[in-house]
């Protein structure tokens, strides 16, 4: 069993910058491949970002070039740095991580992006 644990959502405004962290209870998470999905009001749910156990990284078309995902395996934490948010970003972010056939959600937290 892996628990994970989300952190870092609130308000932002339309061009700002939030860091979700998400922390894993094992350190069995250093194999896991790790996603970020969200899920918006009445859509959904959609991955955002992913990042292998061998650092591999990739993202969704809408976030390219804004968000950042990354890993530190010491401290069994994976990250999703999020630039210039636009209100289109908001939605409950989700971190997940899968090693077939285990596959392990956190509980979300709420990213929303208004003025």
């Known amino acids: 069993q892996l628990q994970l644990v989300e952190s870092g959502g609130g308000l932002v405004q339309p061009g700002g910058s939030l860091r979700l962290s998400c922390a894993a209870s094992?350190?069995?998470?250093?194999?896991?491949?790790m996603n970020w999905y969200r899920q918006a009001p009445g859509k959904q749910r959609e991955l955002v970002a992913a990042?292998?156990?061998?650092?591999?990284?990739n993202y969704a078309d809408s976030v390219k070039g804004r968000f950042t995902v990354s890993r530190d395996n010491a401290k069994k934490t994976v990250y999703l740095q999020m630039n210039s948010l636009k209100p289109e970003d908001t939605a409950v972010y989700y971190c997940?991580?899968?090693?077939?056939?285990?596959?392990?959600w956190g509980q979300g937290t709420q990213v929303t992006v208004s003025s």
């Open positions: 997940n991580a899968n090693l077939y056939p285990h596959d392990y």
């Open positions: 094992r350190s069995i998470f250093n194999f896991y491949n």
């Open positions: 990042i292998t156990a061998g650092r591999s990284t």
